[in-house]
C-alpha cells in the first residue's frame, strides 16, 4: 500500500509540473502522444470510443475528402481514444494533400466554394482552429484580435455550430460554451492569401436578438433576426459595420446582409407585412451632389435563404438643372415614392445606417420623409398631393440654380 500511495504521489507531482508548463507553452497541452491522463474513474474498455471526425468530411464540388488516419489507444480522455492524424486527401485519387495531428475532437466546415477548410481540434484542456487554403495548402492558426490563442480551458460550442461561413473569405466563430462554462464571445475571421502565405484579420462582434420573429420563407415556422455589431476596437466600442442575419428555429444562419457607417455602406432594412405574410424590404433613398438614386426591393427568402425578389423599383433624377442636368420627370418619382410609402405604411425597421447613423427599432411609416432629402419642410404644403408638391419643389430649385 505504501509503495502504491509513493507511486501516486509521483503522478501528482509530475502532472503538476506539466500544468505549469503548459501554461508558458500551451501548444504542448494538445498533443495526446505527450500526455498520459489518468482518468478518475477509469470507465470500462468496451466504454472507450474512438473520436471521429465531426462537420462536413466532403468539400462542396466533391473535390476534397476530409478524414481521420488511426487512433491512439495509450491516453484516453473524455472516454475517447484521440485520433493519429486528420488528412485532406484528393476524394478521387486518395492522395494526402495536407496532414495535422488528430485529437480527441475535431470538426471540419468548408468555405462555399472549397477554397478554405476550418479545422477545430480540442484536447483535454483547451482547443484550437486552423485554417487551411486548398491550392497551395497553406495554413493559418486563428488567434483572438490581439494576436494570443484561444485562453485554456475555453472550449467551442457543444450541440450548436462553433462556425458559419458568411463568405468564401469570411468565417464567424463563437468561443465559450456558455451557460456554467463561461461567456460566448463572437467573432468575424476574415482570410486571405497574401505573398503566399495564409493570413487572417479577427474582430470580435456582439450580437443581438430582435424581440420579434418573422417567417420570411412563409414554411409556418418563424426565424430568428439577430443584430450584429462588427468591432474594430472592441474596448472602444467602435463599430467597423453591422449585419442583419436570419437564423431558422434550430439557430441555423441562412442570410446574412451587411451595413456601415460610412458613405459606401449606407442601407436600410424593414421587415414587412404584405397580404399576410412576412417580406424584408431595402429601401434606400441617397443623393450625391444633387443626384438622386432611389430604390426599393421587397422579397422573401428560399428554403436555402436565397432572395425572391417579389416587387421593386428605382427612379433616378437630380436637382442641379445646369448645363449637367439630366432628368427631373416629378410624375415618375411621386409614382415611385407612393409605392415605397404603401409598404413602409406595414413595416418595422430593422436597420439603418443613412445619413451615418445607426438605428434600429421603430415604425417604417416614420421613413416616409423622403423628400427631407432633397427641401426644407416649409416648401412641402400638406393641402397638396405629392406629384405637386414635387413639381414645386423642382421649379424652387431651378430658379435657385438658373
Known amino acids: 500500500m505504501e509503495k502504491l500511495l509513493g507511486i501516486l504521489t509521483l503522478l501528482l507531482l509530475l502532472a503538476a509540473c506539466g500544468q505549469t508548463e503548459t501554461a508558458k507553452t500551451p501548444e504542448k497541452e494538445i498533443l495526446p502522444t505527450e500526455i498520459q491522463v489518468e482518468p478518475k474513474a477509469l470507465p470500462e474498455s468496451n466504454s472507450i470510443q474512438p473520436a471521429v471526425l465531426e462537420g462536413e ?56 466554394e472549397g477554397g478554405f477548410a476550418a479545422l477545430a481540434r480540442s484536447a483535454r484542456t483547451w482547443c484550437s482552429i486552423t485554417l487551411i487554403e486548398t491550392e497551395s495548402w497553406t495554413e493559418w492558426a486563428f488567434t483572438l484580435p490581439d494576436g494570443s490563442p484561444i485562453p485554456e480551458y475555453t472550449f467551442l460550442p457543444d450541440g450548436e455550430p462553433w462556425g458559419v461561413w458568411q463568405s468564401e473569405n469570411s468565417l464567424g466563430l463563437t468561443i465559450g460554451r456558455g451557460g456554467d462554462w463561461g461567456e460566448q464571445r463572437y467573432y468575424t475571421c476574415g482570410i486571405e ?27 409556418g415556422e418563424p426565424e430568428i433576426v439577430e443584430l ?8 472602444a466600442e467602435q463599430p467597423s459595420w453591422y449585419e442583419l442575419r436570419v437564423r431558422t428555429a434550430d439557430n441555423l444562419l441562412y442570410w446574412v446582409d451587411s451595413y456601415a457607417e460610412a458613405h459606401p ?138
Not at 479577427?202 to 420573429?213: G, W
Not at 450584429?228 to 474596448?235: L, N, P, Q
Open 57 to 112: 468530411p466532403l468539400s462542396p464540388g466533391g473535390q476534397f475528402l476530409a478524414q481521420m488516419a488511426g487512433h491512439r489507444e495509450s491516453v484516453t480522455a473524455m472516454g475517447l481514444y484521440p485520433a493519429d492524424t486528420i488528412q485532406i486527401t484528393d476524394a478521387e485519387t486518395g492522395e494526402i494533400l495536407w496532414e495535422g495531428d488528430g485529437f480527441y475532437t475535431q470538426s471540419i466546415l468548408w468555405s462555399p
Open 193 to 219: 492569401m497574401r505573398d503566399g502565405r495564409l493570413k487572417g484579420h479577427v474582430l470580435e462582434e456582439s450580437r443581438e436578438r430582435l424581440p420579434r420573429s418573422y417567417d420570411f420563407d412563409h414554411d
Open 265 to 402: 455602406g449606407w442601407g436600410v432594412c424593414f421587415a414587412c407585412r404584405v397580404k399576410g405574410e412576412d417580406y424584408l424590404l431595402r429601401y434606400l433613398p441617397t443623393m450625391y451632389q444633387g443626384c438622386a438614386s432611389y430604390s426599393y426591393a421587397l422579397f422573401s427568402l428560399t428554403k436555402t435563404g436565397q432572395e425572391q425578389v417579389v416587387q421593386a423599383g428605382t427612379v433616378d433624377f437630380d436637382m442641379n438643372f445646369n448645363e449637367m442636368h439630366e432628368s427631373f420627370k416629378p410624375k415618375e418619382i411621386a409614382a415611385f415614392l407612393e409605392e415605397v410609402h404603401g409598404l413602409l405604411a406595414d413595416s418595422e425597421l430593422l436597420l439603418t445606417t443613412v445619413s451615418g447613423e445607426f438605428r434600429s427599432g421603430g415604425p417604417g411609416a416614420a421613413f416616409q420623409d423622403d423628400l427631407a432629402y432633397w427641401t426644407d419642410d416649409p416648401l412641402y404644403d400638406g393641402g397638396k398631393s405629392l406629384e405637386e408638391n414635387i413639381r414645386a419643389i423642382g421649379a424652387y430649385w431651378k430658379e435657385l440654380r438658373t
Open 228 to 235: 450584429v455589431t462588427v468591432y474594430g476596437d472592441k474596448e
